[in-house]
């Protein structure tokens, strides 16, 4: 591929992103703060065309299309701010991990700059770059993101999401979300059965297929907030959901409450405000309006 590719930042995940874009042929200027994390990739480089840059600067000049994957927002200000000139009229893929807000912010300042602007959101470890299951979200420019689609898919299954270049993050970190509440979920559990002598990894056996399983109630669940209507037959009801049984039996095992008991106050506040008959998806009311 003729496309001159640069990646700033050779941390974990920067540098799996430009080995990915070595092994595929791309020439490809790395750069890293600290100098020798680019020699495995430049020794790779010496079958397809990987260089070392000396100063961002050199890096910048040296690609038409800039990715850069470093720490954090404040990360990519230090290291872009002083290389507006070299930036103009190039392109800029941040790959970084900011908020919505940051993006956006970035993506201002590159417009100001002159620049053109795809921002990403990783979904995946760096082992998971260029495999099944990796999956990186885009949203900014929609040029940027179709005329570099081919170098994206070396990475992962790239979907955009529009021209808000807040979009991509938002969806990143509201994945996360549900990730982490699912793993305090998990973890919960594993608490609850350890003092009768049930291992973690005995709980997780039966865990892994139950929540995805239950994952199945998603579409159900969505039909219902889409609607807007939470009396629709069939579903389960919050009073049924009451989580009393779990919540006493949390605190007879001795453990805290703390997880579940959040979940219980989210349905609480809704039958408290009559609507005990209505369907579970009703508690996102109460997570759209804080008490
Ligand atoms: P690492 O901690 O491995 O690397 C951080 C990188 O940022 C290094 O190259 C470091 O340079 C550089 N850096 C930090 N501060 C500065 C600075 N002020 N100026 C210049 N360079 C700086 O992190 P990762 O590679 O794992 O993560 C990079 C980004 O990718 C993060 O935003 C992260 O959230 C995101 N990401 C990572 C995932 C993962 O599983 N690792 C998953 C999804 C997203 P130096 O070597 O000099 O310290």
């Known amino acids: 591929n003729d496309v001159q590719v640069s990646v700033l930042g050779l941390g974990a995940m920067g540098s799996a992103l ?3 874009l070595v092994k595929a042929g791309y020439p490809t200027t790395v750069w890293n703060r600290t100098s020798g994390k680019a020699d495995d990739l430049v020794a790779q480089g010496a079958t397809s065309a990987a260089t070392s840059a000396a100063t961002a600067g050199d890096a910048v000049r040296s690609g038409h ?19 507006t000139a070299e930036l103009a009229g190039r392109t800029l893929i941040n790959v970084t991990t900011t908020t919505p807000e940051q993006s956006r912010e970035m993506a ?11 921002d ?20 900014g420019s929609a040029e940027v993101f179709h005329e570099h689609k081919p170098l994206l898919e070396l990475w992962g299954m790239s979907t955009y999401f529009g021209d808000d270049p807040g979009l991509a993050s938002l969806y990143d970190l509201a994945l996360l979300a549900g990730m982490y509440v699912m793993f305090a979920g998990f973890l919960h559990g594993a608490a609850m059965v350890a003092p009768a002598g049930v291992t973690a990894g005995e709980f997780a056996t039966m865990a892994a297929p139950w929540l995805t399983a239950m994952t199945g109630a998603f579409e159900g669940f969505a039909a219902v907030v889409d609607g807007g209507d939470y009396t629709v037959e069939g579903q389960q009801s ?3 959901s009451s989580l009393d049984h779990l919540v006493t039996a949390t605190a007879e095992q001795g453990i805290s409450t703390e997880v579940v008991a959040v979940v219980q106050k989210l349905i609480q506040r809704q039958i408290d405000a009559g609507h005990g008959r209505e369907g579970f998806p009703r508690i996102i009311e109460s997570i759209r309006q804080p008490a």
């Open 238 to 240: 919050l009073e049924f």
């Open 18 to 20: 430009a080995g990915a």
């Open 120 to 139: 990403g959101g990783i979904m995946a470890v760096p082992d998971m770059i260029g495999r099944p299951g990796a999956s990186v979200l885009y949203s």
């Open 108 to 118: 201002a300042w590159a417009a100001g700059v002159g620049v053109a602007y795809l």
């Open 65 to 83: 299309v800039v990715i850069a994957c470093l720490l954090d927002h404040v990360s990519v200000h230090e290291v872009l701010d002083p290389l």
